[in-house]
């Protein structure tokens, strides 16, 4: 990808620390945010602020895998000094003043008030009205995709669109139902596919996409159960011919191969020194390996894949050895223990500064959707929803599923929900994919796991409660 070039500029205008939630609602600087925002270049600044707020620690930096992976059978915490937050929500023991839980909320409203002051200030710069509209729509396409993280990790929660002047208006908030947040993550979506591009060249590639767009939307529908939507979300992609599987899986995640036909968006990383690189190289290297598996910098011990994972592939899945390690070499002796290698690279510039981009959409992901949303709409034996799942099998090197193995539409949905978990694997939909088909108490409980219905969802975090008692209540059982 090419956008870290203008990511290094965001950092004039990256927001403070977030410490006390939506205390953080306030502008960009105190002392220039009115005079900030005067011509093109200052909006490219503002446009590449929200991007970066993707790599929060609250965003994909780390709270995204600990939920979407943390949470689910994929993976989980071996050693309590992997950290107490982490743990938590690996254990189902998350209490309201998790530090994970209140970074999360945090960071996304920081993400999210980066995306309003560009919707709200760009009016009022004299520039080319195409690219004007090509940033409103790549930060609505940002803003949607943090509100349907927050969405699906809080339920209700505050919907904020626009600039938060001052501290004191941000008391004014309070949770607005579900129904209305998915309202405006459709309505963003739809206005984003509009006016993005399909694709871009030079120092604009990674930026979002139409084709993200429309397969974010997708994502969307298929959480609401909008089965029709969804399908023809997805055949629009298809139909494009702007994505494709790659023929080797392991291709997709190679440092090197970034940007590729496969990846509708991701987290843009660069490693060198800038703020920049991505975490994921250290964060889920086993705790106690030194640098034999990092070279640089100590292991975290993060999302080491549980052995149910280990297990789920099928033999001969070439997803398995691209996805995961068994184990480790160190001065000589193998140390058994498997770990996500998706995510190495092989020579990072520092600890926590790699150069892995993180991948949030991908088009295998994209044609399973449209498999489900298929078989929802009507189960038909051997039919397209057959014949896409297959397409996904053949690249892992796996025989074709008939209709004789599986016969129904129920069978069909576990086929997806299997074949979702492997080749999706350590990317964050395992989490999300078990809530949003009702099966994660099932799930969960038949591996042994505690999951109590109300932890379907995380507390509000204890200062967001503290901070606006009146208008901010906690979630049934926290």
């Known amino acids: 990808m090419k956008l870290y070039r203008i990511l290094i500029l965001m950092g004039a205008i990256m927001l403070p620390s977030c410490k006390k939630g939506f205390l953080d609602l306030a502008p960009i600087s105190d002392t220039n945010s009115v005079n900030f925002y005067r011509n093109a270049d200052d909006m490219l600044n503002a446009v590449n602020a929200a991007y970066g707020s993707l790599q929060f620690s609250g965003m994909y930096n780390l709270s995204m895998y600990a939920i979407g ?24 023991s998350t209490l309201s003043n998790n530090g994970i839980v209140s970074t999360t909320w945090n960071d996304h409203y920081r993400g999210i008030l980066s995306c309003n ?81 399909a694709s871009y060249t030079g120092t604009n ?3 979002a996409t139409s084709g993200a767009a429309k397969g974010m939307l997708a994502k969307v529908y298929l959480t609401q159960k909008k089965w029709a939507e969804a399908a023809a979300e997805t055949k629009e992609i298809i139909d494009s011919k702007t994505y494709d599987l790659l023929p080797s899986y392991a291709d997709v995640f190679k440092i090197s191969n970034k940007g590729n036909k496969e990846l509708l968006f991701e987290v843009q990383y660069k490693k060198g020194g800038y703020g920049l690189g991505s975490p994921f190289n250290n964060a889920f290297a086993p ?5 034999a598996v990092t070279t640089i910098g100590a292991g975290s011990g993060h999302n080491l894949p549980t052995a149910d994972m280990n297990k789920a592939y099928e033999t001969g899945d070439l997803r398995k050895d691209a996805s995961l390690a068994q184990g480790y070499t160190s001065a000589g002796k193998f140390v058994p223990g498997p770990f996500i290698k998706k995510y190495l690279d092989p020579a990072p510039f520092a600890g926590g500064d790699a150069d892995n981009n993180w991948p949030v959409l991908r088009y295998a992901d994209v044609l399973l959707m449209r498999a489900e949303a298929l078989n929802e709409v009507g189960y038909v034996a051997g039919g ?17 599923k008939t209709a004789q193995e599986i016969p129904t539409q129920a069978a069909f949905r576990l086929a997806i929900e299997s074949e979702r978990r492997v080749e999706l694997a350590f990317e964050n939909h395992r989490w999300f994919d078990l809530v949003r088909t009702g099966r994660a108490m099932e799930v969960m ?34």
């Open 384 to 400: 397209e929803a057959f014949t896409i799942l297959n397409s996904i099998r053949k690249r892992a090197g796996l025989a074709d």
């Open 69 to 92: 992976e943390g949470m689910s059978d994929n993976t989980e915490i071996l050693d309590a000094q992997s950290g107490i937050d982490i743990s938590q929500l690996d254990a189902f």
């Open 205 to 207: 590639v990674g930026r």
């Open 287 to 291: 705790r106690l390996a030194g640098v």
């Open 445 to 478: 409980t038949a591996k042994g796991f505690n999951l109590p219905a109300f932890r379907l969802l995380l507390p509000i975090p204890l200062t967001q409660i503290q901070i606006n008692p009146d208008r901010i209540q906690q979630n049934p059982g926290y």
């Open 117 to 197: 002051t560009v919707i709200d200030r760009i009016g009022g710069v004299t520039m080319d009205q195409a690219l004007k509209d090509r940033f409103v729509a790549e930060v609505k396409f940002l803003r949607a995709l943090m509100y349907f993280n927050l969405v699906r990790v809080f339920g209700d929660v505050p919907l904020v669109l626009t600039e938060t002047a001052d501290v004191s208006s941000g008391y004014a908030y309070t949770r607005n139902p579900v129904s209305e947040i998915y309202t405006q993550i459709i309505q963003d979506l739809q206005d984003a596919k509009q006016k993005l591009p």
